[in-house]
């Protein structure tokens, strides 16, 4: 995938906030310090569009990003991080699952998940929540210049295992790009299989949108 236009939509603190609903959607989503700002970042070849943090829970809202002015990347708040105040935290619960019951865009979630460690808990009931709901879902395991070749293996079969999981786990570094050729060939095929039930005006939109790309490529 080749990305010539990367624009950010804006930040939602609530449902009633989200955009109305008109290009395909992937989402990604993982425990907060999972590294899910640097996959954003690097599958966008670009610095800073989705902002990492030393400090884990700091995205705190649902962010939209166009890419090539045809789909939408969405920035999930991360969970799992105790130290976010639990008044934070009950506020993300209703805005994520608002959010993902309610886009009928949403082509894929990413869940991201560290290979240093098993899942966790709540990576469990969250891909199991998603197959309740029919969303598919695409599990990608993160810093693995981390750790060894046999490491890795032994990841893979584990997570496979426990999240029960259907298709390939795509291992990824940020650092040295492994696996983004990947992320991205499954990313395209959800994006191009997608077919929404939109509005005519949305469909009119989306039309407007892609002109407007093409022009820019011309």
Same mark, same amino acid.
């Given at each position: %995938?080749?990305?010539?236009?990367?624009?950010?939509?804006?930040?939602?603190?609530?449902?009633?906030?989200? *955009?109305?609903?008109?290009?395909?959607?992937?989402?990604?989503?993982?425990?907060?310090? &999972?590294?899910?700002?640097?996959?954003?970042?690097?599958?966008?070849?670009?610095?800073?569009?989705?902002?990492?943090?030393?400090?884990?829970?700091?995205?705190? #809202?649902?962010?939209?990003?166009?890419?090539?002015?045809?789909?939408?990347? &969405?920035?999930?708040?991360?969970?799992?991080?105790?130290?976010?105040?639990?008044?934070?935290?009950?506020?993300?619960? *209703?805005?994520?699952?608002?959010?993902?019951?309610?886009? *009928?865009?949403?082509?894929? &979630?990413?869940?991201?998940?560290?290979?240093?460690?098993?899942?966790?808990?709540?990576?469990?009931?969250?891909?199991?929540?998603?197959?309740?709901?029919?969303? *598919?879902? %695409?599990?990608?395991?993160?810093?693995?210049?981390?750790?060894?070749?046999?490491?890795?293996?032994?990841?893979?079969?584990?997570?496979?295992?426990? %999240?029960?999981?259907?298709?390939?786990?795509?291992?990824?570094?940020?650092?040295?790009?492994?696996?983004?050729?990947?992320?991205?060939?499954?990313?395209?095929?959800?994006?191009?299989?997608?077919?929404?039930?939109? #509005?005519?005006?949305?469909?009119?939109?989306?039309?407007?949108?892609?002109?407007?790309?093409?022009?820019?490529?011309?």
């Amino acid at each position: %995938m080749k990305v010539t236009a990367v624009r950010f939509i804006k930040s939602v603190y609530q449902t009633r906030d989200l *955009p109305k609903p008109k290009l395909p959607e992937v989402a990604f989503s993982g425990r907060s310090n &999972v590294g899910k700002s640097s996959l954003i970042n690097v599958l966008l070849n670009r610095k800073g569009v989705a902002r990492t943090s030393a400090t884990p829970g700091r995205t705190q #809202s649902i962010n939209f990003l166009e890419i090539n002015g045809t789909f939408y990347f &969405v920035d999930l708040p991360g969970y799992g991080y105790a130290q976010v105040p639990l008044c934070v935290r009950k506020k993300w619960l *209703p805005l994520i699952e608002g959010y993902l019951k309610k886009r *009928p865009t949403l082509c894929l &979630v990413t869940v991201l998940g560290d290979v240093r460690r098993e899942p966790q808990e709540d990576e469990l009931l969250f891909s199991e929540w998603l197959k309740q709901h029919n969303i *598919p879902c %695409m599990i990608v395991l993160t810093k693995i210049d981390k750790v060894s070749r046999q490491e890795q293996i032994t990841a893979l079969r584990v997570w496979r295992a426990r %999240m029960n999981a259907v298709g390939d786990i795509i291992l990824f570094s940020a650092k040295t790009g492994e696996g983004k050729d990947k992320i991205w060939k499954q990313l395209s095929h959800f994006i191009q299989c997608h077919k929404p039930e939109l #509005s005519p005006q949305c469909i009119t939109e989306l039309q407007v949108n892609r002109n407007r790309t093409q022009k820019r490529n011309g």
